[in-house]
């Protein structure tokens, strides 16, 4: 059983949709990051939380530490947001889901 | 700006020959680790690092070397590459510094024939 798992695996949306991608974790977290990668690209960290909310622009990323759940939401969706989503958590050491590929149709 | 460095990028290796992957932070973060990516798959952690001269082994070091001499660097080897080794190679760091986030080089895309 993976540490940490996200769904869906895959999403298609059209452009202007809201989006929601989730992440459940079966271990002890002091934080937990939301990672972006787009196709053949580097990963970039957008999200660090340990608790509540955080929102930069059209992301919003929420996170209950007792039901051990996260959620990143993307409002108003558009095509350049096409790229995989990693969910992350980090404790002694850091554990990966395998990611959701959303790709936003125009 | 600050962050990670690494390279190659791109790297064609033959079965049995060896190469280093490089990686530099200039964050001061004590934490550095090394994952592949397989096509499809999660973040695997091959090797991490704690601070200089500390490593340890992750979930698939065979086949990998590292070394920490300076908090800067923390080169990946490869020794007698494999096919199996064919993969994207990732490095990153992590410290308290910077709101704690995970920064990545670029990537390395390696391919053994």
């Known amino acids: 059983k993976n540490e940490v798992e996200q769904s869906p695996q895959n999403l298609t949306a059209q452009e202007g949709e809201f989006i929601t991608i989730n992440c459940s974790y079966s271990v002890g977290i002091s934080a937990l990051h939301w990672l972006q990668q787009h196709p053949g690209g580097g990963i970039v960290s957008l999200f660090m939380?340990?608790?509540g909310k955080k929102k930069h622009g059209r992301l919003i990323a929420t996170i209950n530490i007792q039901e051990k759940h996260s959620s990143l939401h993307i409002t108003a969706s558009h095509p350049r947001d096409s790229a995989v989503y990693i969910c992350a958590v980090s404790g002694n050491q850091f554990y990966f889901g395998t990611g959701t590929s959303l790709t936003v149709i125009p | 700006n600050a962050g990670v460095t690494q390279t190659p990028k791109f790297r064609i290796l033959k079965i049995g020959q060896s190469m280093t992957l490089q990686c530099t932070q200039d964050m001061n973060h004590n934490y550095m680790y090394w994952y592949r990516q397989d096509p499809g798959m999660g973040l695997k952690l091959i090797y991490y690092?704690?601070?200089?001269?500390?490593?340890d082994k992750g979930e698939v070091p065979n086949g990998y070397n590292v070394s920490r001499s300076t908090t800067e660097d923390f080169p990946l080897r490869l020794e007698l590459a494999a096919p199996s080794q064919t993969s994207v190679y990732f490095c990153a760091s992590w410290g308290v510094q910077l709101a704690g986030e995970l920064f990545f080089g670029e990537g390395s895309r390696l391919t053994v024939l």
């Open positions: 939380l340990s608790s």
């Open positions: 690092s704690v601070g200089a001269g500390i490593t």
